[in-house]
């Protein structure tokens, strides 16, 4: 069994910073997708940014393309979401996820298995 744990998360004015961090246990990220997902209440939960099961490829959700950075450290069994920026409509919970291994290149939502417990960021006007 894994587990996935979230940190960075907080309070901050448009405009400004955040960097979100998510540590592994139990497995590591090798040949793995990584995402990003956030979720605000009542609505259904949004993939902003993943990271291919090569390490290296890239996808982000248009509403956060241009601001947010996702990347990983393998050694450390970490990835992280750069979030520059940032807008009241960011205001979500965040959470970081990875899938199993997998052949895939890309992975879509419902690949992720592993989810960390979220983090919350609020960006206040």
């Known amino acids: 069994q894994g587990q996935l744990v979230e940190f960075g998360g907080g309070s901050v004015q448009a405009g400004g910073s955040l960097r979100l961090s998510c540590a592994a246990s139990?497995?590591?990220?090798?040949?793995?997708?990584l995402g990003w997902f956030r979720q605000t209440p009542g609505k259904d939960r949004e993939m902003v940014a993943s990271?291919?099961?090569?390490?290296?490829?890239?996808w982000y959700a248009d509403s956060v393309n241009g601001r947010f950075t996702i990347s990983q450290v393998a050694a450390k069994n970490a990835v992280y979401l750069q979030m520059n920026s940032l807008k009241p409509e960011d205001t979500a919970m965040y959470y970081c996820?990875?899938?199993?291994?997998?052949?895939?290149?890309?992975?879509?939502?419902?690949?992720?298995?592993?989810w960390g417990q979220g983090t919350q960021v609020a960006v206040s006007s």
């Open positions: 996820a990875a899938t199993d291994f997998t052949t895939l290149a890309s992975c879509p939502e419902w690949y992720y298995k592993y």
């Open positions: 990271l291919g099961n090569d390490g290296i490829s890239t």
């Open positions: 139990g497995f590591t990220f090798v040949r793995k997708c």
